[in-house]
């Protein structure tokens, strides 16, 4: 593998699976790559404009083409490293047999190869948490202390509903259902388009399905508007059930991940509600990645995940970087939003 150039690694990183999270795979499913670091694209928000009427005696009128608006930003770096020395590959790895008579060549194929996948697996996880804080704040803040770096990507993301204390849905005088109808009906209003998912954070769900409202929705003979059938999808995702008059299914996502002060946080923020499509808001967009090689030449590439090998001959290692230039980017901002459900949580 240490042989193989840049170009034919990345071929062979696009031919096995990816490792994408819920939240990418749903929300943000197309892929772009784009030939320069800076991406543009527009947003087009139509108005629902009617044809007017004319007189039989006149040929027509002229109506205005819609507007849109280019935004343009700056696609964050991502480049997780891993370092080889002769210690790694002249001890036995772990699992590996006691009398193996495997060569330190072998095991530093197979060393560079694994380490490929975690740094893959890194950059999938804080693509997830980039998809996450777009989805729930509408901006991602790239921050990297050691080289100044502070610059936040705002969407402009305004559809966060936070409920009052007499607004909670443990209260017996509470409906989550009218909130629902009014925020399903503000964004087909926005967009023309219905949501028809709902994400639920593990403490919320519970006291939605515990309401007195919501179960008497449950329980009227011959409608049961809401059924509450828990399904595991997979270990991380569950289906709840459906809201059937808002067309709406209903699900939780336990996952976690380490934040940069290295403390473990629920990759669902709690006490919230996320209203969405299932299928998607958006896409991830990929910045042009340019490093120096072997030739003492700086060399750009277009794709998603862009690998480098290199040695340092005076120290005796050898290092492997994954580079990539990932940005989630919605189509439109007014298509899904957020509640935040219980008191003392919010923005």
Request: charged share 35%; aromatic share 10%; hydrophobic share 35%.
């Amino acid at each position: 593998m240490s042989d193989f150039t840049t170009r034919e690694t990345m071929d062979a990183i696009d031919q096995t699976p990816p490792v994408r999270g819920f939240f990418q795979k749903t929300f943000f499913p197309d892929e772009q790559t784009h030939v320069t670091e800076k991406v543009e694209f527009d947003v087009r928000k139509g108005k629902r404009i009617m044809a007017p009427f004319v007189s039989p005696r006149i040929g027509g009128k002229l109506i205005t083409r819609q507007g849109w608006k280019t935004n343009q930003f700056t696609t964050p770096k991502i480049a997780p490293e891993r370092v080889l020395t002769v210690d790694d590959i002249t001890k036995r790895a772990i699992g590996e047999n006691v009398y193996s008579r495997r060569t330190p060549e072998e095991r530093e194929d197979e060393l560079l190869a694994r380490d490929l996948t975690d740094l893959e697996e890194s950059i999938s996880r804080r693509k997830e948490w980039e998809c996450r804080q777009v989805l729930y704040e509408g901006k991602i803040d790239v921050r990297d202390e050691d080289d100044g770096v502070d610059v936040q990507i705002d969407f402009g993301f305004t559809n966060i509903f936070v409920l009052g204390a007499d607004e909670q849905w443990t209260l017996a005088t509470v409906d989550p259902l009218p909130l629902f109808r009014r925020i399903r009906k503000k964004i087909i209003k926005d967009t023309g388009r219905a949501p028809d998912m709902m994400i639920f954070s593990t403490d919320v769900i519970e006291d939605f399905t515990t309401n007195p409202n919501v179960i008497k929705a449950m329980n009227v003979l011959n409608m049961k508007n809401v059924e509450i059938r828990p399904r595991v999808v997979d270990p991380a995702l569950t289906f709840y059930g459906r809201i059937a008059d808002l067309d709406m299914d209903i699900y939780t996502y336990d996952e976690w991940f380490l934040n940069d002060e290295g403390d473990e946080e629920s990759m669902v923020p709690p006490g919230t509600v996320l209203m969405g499509h299932s299928d998607g808001e958006g896409q991830v967009e990929y910045g042009l990645v340019t490093q120096m090689e072997d030739d003492k030449k700086f060399h750009s590439y277009e794709g998603k995940l862009v690998p480098k090998v290199w040695a340092d001959e005076k120290d005796e290692i050898k290092k492997i970087r994954l580079t990539s230039r990932p940005l989630p980017r919605p189509y439109d901002v007014e298509s899904w939003a957020v509640i935040y459900a219980k008191r003392g949580e919010g923005v």
